[in-house]
């Protein structure tokens, strides 16, 4: 321990004045190089150097020699910025090493982004949520298309009573598929609706002919 915090104070006190974009783009040479305990002494000093860098948190995880270190990266980088893009997974795939390990994990608390729970180790652990955030459109549009669903089912069904039941209800599913296309923030959900609506149309046609046709059964 008191060897890697010499080697730590060495590299602050020989490279001062070296930019957290030098450290990454010499962290990345070393690394490719295949001198990855350069390249991630590197990636340690630029993370010192600026702890609100997303980039040089990246880095670092991608070469910390251990698990444990790795873990403590990604909860500090989850903590940093929730809704950074895990190229790789790597938080993923750490998380996932964790519970293999140990599957234990208590639940303390949360934010809008994130899951803060406890491990057998007694190590806060911060998960991101990767959920779309809630849109107040969608369950009115969701229910729109429902009832335009159920009303063509209803529609359907009134085909048995001489097409009557089937002029009532088609209208109604076609006006709610109407309003859940209007609404539709996803092309699944314009085609849901476009076809709801066709199917009532359709509907209503048969429908009106069966109509017509028990009149004129009743008129004869």
Known sequence: ?????????????TKPNQSVTDL????????REGNSQYAYELSLRATQTAPENIDA???????????EERLLCVNRLNELAPDHHDRYNIGYFTLK???DKDPYLAYLEETEELYRVMNGNHMVVSIRKKRVADNTFLPERSSQ???????????????MLAGIGTLIFTPLAALNAIQAGQSAQ???DQINSTIV?????LLFIVGT??????VLHWIG
């Open 24 to 31: 990454l783009l010499e962290s990345e040479h070393a690394s």
């Open 97 to 99: 090493e964790l519970l």
């Open 197 to 201: 609506l066709i199917v009532a149309i």
């Open 1 to 13: 321990m008191a060897v890697n915090k010499n080697y730590e104070d060495y590299l602050f006190d």
């Open 186 to 188: 996803s092309h699944s």
């Open 209 to 214: 002919i069966f109509s017509l046709l028990f």
């Open 145 to 159: 298309l429902k009832a335009a669903n159920r009303w063509l089912m209803m529609a359907i069904l009134g085909l």
């Open 57 to 67: 948190w990246l880095l670092r995880i991608s070469l910390s020699p251990s698990f």
